[in-house]
């Protein structure tokens, strides 16, 4: 088998034609791309140009304690060169998990391209760092996660911490965190640090995190909690298809009633939705197959600070949604009227029984309809 040869310095689009695409396939991934990082259309082309011109950007990616997910959803994106170009077993400069080499010559390349790019490369880390027993519950190559980190993130021009465990510690750092797990930005405090929570992040949001720094020499805008807002910045609840019967009332009591099966929101099930914030409302996972919800199971809030230790996965969210308070969603519409306002709490609650009654006449439309196609 002919060995796949490296080309130095060459370009996004260079690397995929070599691969095999056209130009008509590196077009639509710019527009899919730029679709998800939420820019204007305008944006595209500035999207194309840089493509077109901008060498690779040097990345360099460390494991640490983690299950690998985060790589795992990368490489299975739905979009062909998301998965085969931009961090791809090719283009990444070091991934213990990915890359062919091992041992010494590992090591060497990784030295290699911190050296050379001082200062430029990007730096990703998956996984939480534990500080218990001196490092010694995480070690690579006789060197403690603590160690390898600090030297990786020293010459790194910016570094992304992929998934939950690198941003929060994730189950690592859950009570009683045994190892003593911490996040990435509890050890490296001088240089800027991209949050991508999740478990694992959706692969198409971390490619367009990689796209934005290409495209913009910088840093997408972050929340207060360092996470991109173009993915970040609206609650799975905000979008989720299920919205509709949250807002008329209607839940499914357990995951078995007749309320599950017709697609109730799962509210009153532990869905965890109305306080997480991440984009798994709107793309879809799996090839496009479905929503984490659509499978007939609530929001966990993985990409939640502390998320493992806020109690069961299926006890109701006690979060504040839409203004209000729902410490019990069977009082939902039952607003004070004086609270906000007379006009705006009677419309809001004659909206809900409009809905409610909208959707139960559409369930029993359907239900005619079946009988009619039955006789």
């Not at 859950?174 to 991209?194: H, Y």
């Not at 509709?244 to 099966?261: I, R, S, T, V």
């Not at 998320?307 to 039952?334: C, H, M, N, P, Q």
Request: hydrophobic letters at 35%; aromatic letters at 8%.
């Amino acid at each position: 088998m002919e060995e796949e040869k490296i080309v130095i310095n060459e370009t996004y689009l260079q690397s995929i034609e070599r691969q095999g695409y056209n130009r008509r396939d590196f077009l639509k991934f710019a527009a899919y791309i730029g679709a998800y990082m939420g820019v204007q259309s305008s944006a595209i082309g500035q999207i194309v140009k840089k493509l077109e011109t901008t060498p690779r950007l040097p990345v360099i990616w460390e494991h640490f304690q983690e299950c690998t997910c985060c790589s795992e959803s990368f490489i299975r994106s739905d979009h062909p060169i998301v998965a085969d170009i931009i961090l791809d077993k090719i283009s990444l400069d070091y991934t213990l998990t990915l890359m062919a080499a091992s041992g010494h010559q590992a090591e060497a390349a990784k030295k290699a391209t911190m050296e050379k790019y001082k200062g430029e490369y990007i730096l990703c880390v998956e996984g939480s760092i534990p500080m218990g027993d001196d490092g010694n519950y995480c070690c690579i190559g006789g060197r403690t996660a603590i160690e390898i980190l600090k030297e990786s993130a020293a010459g790194a021009k910016a570094i992304i911490a992929w998934g939950s465990c690198a941003t929060t510690g994730c189950v690592q750092a859950a009570k009683p965190n045994p190892t003593g797990a911490v996040s990435i930005d509890k050890i490296i405090t001088d240089k800027p640090i991209i949050n991508v929570p999740g478990c694992p992040p959706i692969g198409e949001v971390m490619a367009g995190i990689i796209v934005h720094v290409v495209t913009f020499g910088k840093l997408p805008e972050l929340d207060n909690a360092g996470r991109p807002k173009a993915f970040y910045s609206k609650r799975v609840h905000d979008s989720c298809y299920r919205r509709p019967y949250f807002d008329a009332g209607l839940f499914a009591e357990n995951f078995d009633d007749e309320g599950a099966k017709k697609g109730y929101c799962l509210y009153k099930v532990g869905c965890k939705g109305p306080s997480t914030y991440n984009a798994c409302g709107n793309m879809k996972w799996n090839g496009g197959v479905s929503y984490p919800i659509q499978s007939g199971h609530g929001c966990l809030g993985c990409s939640a600070k502390d998320f493992w230790d806020a109690g069961s996965f299926y006890s109701r969210d006690k979060s504040v949604v839409d203004g209000f308070i729902e410490s019990d969603s069977d009082t939902l519409g039952k607003v004070a009227l004086g609270a906000v306002g007379v006009g705006l709490a009677a419309h809001a609650v004659v909206s809900n029984f409009a809905k409610k009654d909208d959707l139960k006449r559409r369930e029993n439309q359907g239900k005619v309809n079946e009988k009619q196609l039955e006789n």
